[in-house]
């Protein structure tokens, strides 16, 4: 990582399966560019995600990154990449920051993550170019919960050399999980997804149950 001051410009980074994209993702987006001053913010959907390759409530690719557009058309400072989707085979981390370093050297990059992502990216494909490929800020909720993620972040910033910063936010209790679960039970996910998402899942039906015929 490049000396502080050296850099052209602040990019924040969320990643994940997007499946489907909520505004819990994009207010944690929102809170990351205000609170750390970053020009812009990039969503990038994985492809073939390696720890739910099999998960058959996954959506393809293509669709969850069209989706993704959708939520963020309406914000000139996000946007969508599809390096992880046009990537052959499982989808790293590590790949991708190697990826975003090499086109843009100039950039410094801020990893936007969760408490519980957190605590799992030690297990990740080469952990070591994760944490030394960008400054990671961890969302927190509550005063308790940064004490419980204390320890962690010590361990892990002495372990990597890593830079971890807490990023504050209000508690929102929406999840990709949950969405998934209310359109199959044919409830209504207005307000937990942009108006644009939504018209499209319900349009295409996806995420329903489908007939068995």
């Known amino acids: 990582m490049k000396e502080q001051g050296t850099f052209s410009k602040k990019v924040g980074i969320m990643g994940g399966s997007f499946n489907p994209i909520h505004t819990g993702h994009l207010f944690m987006a929102q809170r990351a560019m205000e609170d750390f001053c970053l020009d812009e913010v990039v969503f990038i959907p994985t492809g073939l995600q390696w720890m739910k390759k099999d998960d058959p409530d996954v959506l393809e690719g293509s669709i969850r990154l069209a989706l993704t557009k959708e939520a963020v058309s309406d914000n000139p400072k996000f946007s969508v990449s599809d390096i992880e989707i046009l990537r052959q085979g499982p989808t790293y981390t590590c790949e991708t920051f190697a990826q975003l370093h090499e086109s843009e050297p100039e950039t410094e990059w801020f990893y936007i993550v969760g408490a519980d992502t957190l605590a ?7 952990p070591e170019l994760v944490f030394s490929g960008a400054v990671i800020l961890c969302a927190v909720r509550s005063g308790t919960e940064k004490e419980a993620l204390l320890d962690l972040i ?11 910063r807490f990023l504050d936010l209000p508690r929102m209790d929406i999840s990709s999980t949950d969405i998934r679960r209310r359109i199959k039970e044919g409830k209504s996910i207005r307000y937990m997804v942009p108006e644009k998402v939504r018209e499209r899942i319900e349009k295409e039906g996806y995420y329903a149950e489908r007939e068995m015929g």
């Open 154 to 164: 010590g361990r892990l910033s002495e372990k990597f050399t890593a830079d971890i």
């Open 120 to 126: 799992n990216m030690e297990k990740w494909k080469n």
